[in-house]
């Protein structure tokens, strides 16, 4: 549990109870010294009460009137001195607990808190042999408890004063260590996710800064190994589109007529053999064979490289695509939202939008045994949003991408993109965010 409090409640904690301990052990040591303190203090006092009473009396075993004596003497007392005369029919001498004044100012948990000794003293007075009172001596220690109550409130004081200071210092200097430290944390976390572009704040001790610099000069490293990894990968999908394109064109050009030629010597030969039976037969077989043959030919071209994207646009060949996908499987309720701002993009990013739906339809004829699908291709501000979702049975477990989707990612992360694989309310989503803005700021082909 300790380790899970943050480092200011650890620094603060042990702190505080230092401090409040030493409070309490001041506490402990003032009851523990103040009672033999008070005692001192008093004893020179008692000591001279029993001297006046001794002087007491021999002056009244000397005297001729000795009743007069003391009466004398009992006046001369001063009402509020330490020393006092009581007769024997007063009754006891009350203790010095009993007769505390309490000094003004003075709490009384404080006075309960101290220990008062028993230091009152009393000396018989005698006549003709017969006691007849006591000289007493009560001392008024209501001083001595105020002077221990400011002696407690100035160590209190200096203790809080203490405490407010260092913890002021500790504060400080706690928040001088920390903030150096979650600016590392975060930038650390950026460096994670793939963000390279902030720099790590360098500041806080020489030991922190040091860490600081070292990070920023491995986000520099990793973000030139970054932008040349995605160089590489957008010469290696350039050169792949280049490569399919070419392979296409051959295909087009070479099979194309070969095919053409195939069908329409196939027909005359399906006219020719009308009357002859089963020679007629298999001359239908093998022109729907032919003509099946031309319809996979065209769907490896259309998957090559779709010619028509350069002539038509973007837009109008995605909603092509999804016509397609309509005839193809029309048990699919498919809906999208495509915008017509996708005409201006061309080039490797019209390319990746066009790819990106084409697989991700491709998965969700194939696998996602889905009712319904959507499909959103949106411009917003400098982003390009390309969204398929359906209600399929989703993706495996792993979240992990299939060979056509892994290609598409790395043709996204070639365009500075992401591609990711989602699972919300019973729907799976494919979303790409790519940047709008070199395509857009470029002059339009065509």
Known sequence: MWQRLSFRTQLFLPLGASFLAALILGGVLLQMFATGQ??????????????????????????????????????????????????????????????????????????????????????????????????????????????????????????????????????????????????????????????????????????????????????????????????????????????????????????????FSIRAGTIALVEASQPVGNLGNSAQDLLRSVEALQQTSRRILDRLRPLYIEELGLWTSVQTLLRNFRKQAPHIVLTDTIDADLNVIDGPLAQTVYRVIQEALTNVLRHAKASTAHVQATVAGETLIVEISDDGGGFPAGNIFGRGLTGMQERVRALSGSLSLLRVDERTYVRCRLPARTTRDAPASG
């Not at 001794?54 to 330490?82: E, H, I, M, Y």
């Not at 407010?164 to 944390?185: E, F, K, M, N």
Request: hydrophobic residues 40%; contains cysteine.
């Open 38 to 259: 008070l005692a001192e203090e008093n004893e020179p006092r008692r000591r001279s009460t029993e001297a006046i009473a001794a002087a007491l009396n021999n002056t009244l075993s000397a005297s001729v009137n000795p009743r007069q004596t003391l009466d004398a003497f009992v006046r001369s007392l001063d009402s509020s001195s330490d020393i006092q005369f009581r007769a024997v029919e007063a009754g006891p001498t009350p203790s010095t607990k009993d007769d505390l004044r309490k000094p003004h100012g003075v709490p009384q948990w404080f006075i309960d808190l101290l220990a008062i000794p028993d230091i009152e003293a009393a000396s018989p007075v005698m006549i003709d042999g017969r006691r007849i009172g006591d000289i007493v001596f009560l001392p008024d220690m209501s001083a001595d408890l105020f002077e221990k109550w400011i002696g407690f409130l100035a160590l209190t004081s200096l203790v809080a004063v203490l405490m407010v200071l260092t913890g002021t210092i500790a504060y400080v200097l706690a928040g001088s260590v920390l903030r150096p430290l979650q600016d590392l944390g975060e930038g650390l976390t950026r460096i994670r996710r793939g963000d390279y572009t902030r720099p790590i704040p360098v500041g806080g001790p020489p030991e922190i800064r040091q860490g600081c610099e070292e990070a920023n000069a491995l986000v520099a490293t990793l973000a030139q190994l970054s932008q040349d990894n995605r160089d590489l990968m957008h010469r290696l999908v350039s050169l792949q589109d280049d490569e399919r394109r070419d392979l296409a064109r051959e295909l087009h050009d070479e099979l194309g007529p070969l095919l």
